[in-house]
């Protein structure tokens, strides 16, 4: 799966079933379920996890609380416009 196959998928009502994790987290995101999203990401428990759940904080305006979540995943804090973000995680994850 690409970035394109997965912006694709998101015209489905339900995740395609390769993607977990982190990435579940995002397509959530995109979907507009912030609260699953969160939850997806919280519960990843691992670095990408804490990358994804970073971006959601930002997204949230919470910029402190995404700040020691971009520390955890050992990720620079983001300063670009929010759908920039999602596309680069989504390609970086992808890409795993």
């Given amino acids: ?7 694709r998928s998101l015209e489905q009502e339900n995740p395609p079933q390769e993607v977990d994790g982190a990435l579940l987290a995002l397509w959530w995101d995109a979907k507009g379920d912030w609260s699953r999203a969160h939850e997806i990401a919280q519960d990843a428990a691992s670095r990408e ?9 930002r997204k949230e305006g919470d910029e402190g609380n995404a700040g020691y979540w971009y520390s955890r995943a050992r990720q620079p804090f983001f300063h670009g416009a929010l759908q920039e973000e999602w596309r680069k995680i989504v390609s970086a994850l992808l890409e795993v």
């Fill in 1 to 7: 799966m690409d970035l394109q196959d997965f912006v």
């Fill in 49 to 57: 996890g804490d990358w994804v759940h970073a971006y959601l904080h």
